[in-house]
């Protein structure tokens, strides 16, 4: 699905996706990635939502977000929270939801100037 990216360039803006990628400002990625509006794209190195760890959440600390939309693949799952208790602990929220819901959740939440962290979980 191709969506219309917002005149701002400058932020971070999910304008495309599919089953197997997201495309970030038109680059597209074939792998899991941690979205912020004003920071480069990180690689998220996990392709299965069985592979997750607190580690993989805990990349998200140094970056600060209020909250993290988690796109959890095809369909919605839940992580576990030992999964996410760290960032519990700093009081930043976790939202689970489908790959596709976290891409325009992001966008909204990133359009109304909101602190917003994606983790887009594609699985192999």
Request: proline share 7%; hydrophobic share 50%.
């Amino acid at each position: 699905m191709k969506l219309h990216q917002d005149s701002s360039a400058a932020l971070n803006t999910v304008t495309g996706y599919g089953a197997d990628y997201v495309e970030i400002n038109l680059e597209r990625h074939n792998g899991s990635i941690l979205v912020l509006p004003e920071e480069p794209v990180i690689p998220w190195p996990v392709n299965a939502f069985d592979a997750l760890t607190p580690e993989l959440f805990d990349m998200l600390l140094p970056l600060k977000p209020e909250v993290v939309v988690f796109g959890s693949g095809a369909r919605l799952r839940f992580p576990h929270p030992r999964l996410t208790a760290a960032l519990a602990a700093k009081r930043i929220g976790v939202e689970a939801m489908d790959f596709k819901a976290a891409c325009r959740t992001y966008n909204i939440l990133m359009a109304e100037g909101r602190r917003v962290a994606a983790a887009l979980l594609i699985e192999a």
